[in-house]
């Protein structure tokens, strides 16, 4: 009897388990097309300001840095692309930046800027 029980309650928390796991899945997924909050889009644009536009175009009509780095807007208009992708790249070195490695903090706000910039 007590194998008996303990299968059954093996049997239970498999059931649970995979009801959670359908719940999650039926759960409707983020749109990748919506905006950032507005605070993180202005927070993230003054952060550009102050270390990324040497370098990138930050502003559809803005002026170019000294190199050929992408455009924000042309980033934020790559398929696929997401603020965890940019704000991981953000958070390393890449190519020769001068003030690279945001922290997080500023790396998801200045991703929440680029992806406000995406044309829908």
Not at 53 to 61: A, L, M, R, Y
Request: proline share 7%; glycine share 4%; charged share 15%.
């Amino acid at each position: 009897m007590f194998q008996f029980q303990h299968n059954a309650s093996v049997q239970r928390k498999v059931l649970l388990a995979l009801a959670a796991v359908g719940a999650a899945l039926a759960w409707p997924m983020q749109d990748v097309s919506a905006q950032p909050a507005p605070n993180a889009v202005a927070q993230g644009k003054l952060v550009a300001q102050q270390y990324c536009v040497t370098c990138h175009i930050i502003t559809p009509t803005g002026q170019g840095g000294w190199t050929d780095a992408p455009r924000f807007d042309a980033i934020a208009n790559r398929p696929g692309v997401s603020a965890a992708q940019i704000s991981t790249f953000v958070q390393k070195p890449h190519m020769n930046m001068l003030n690279d490695q945001r922290p997080k903090a500023e790396a998801d706000a200045i991703a929440a800027y680029i992806l406000s910039l995406r044309k829908h």
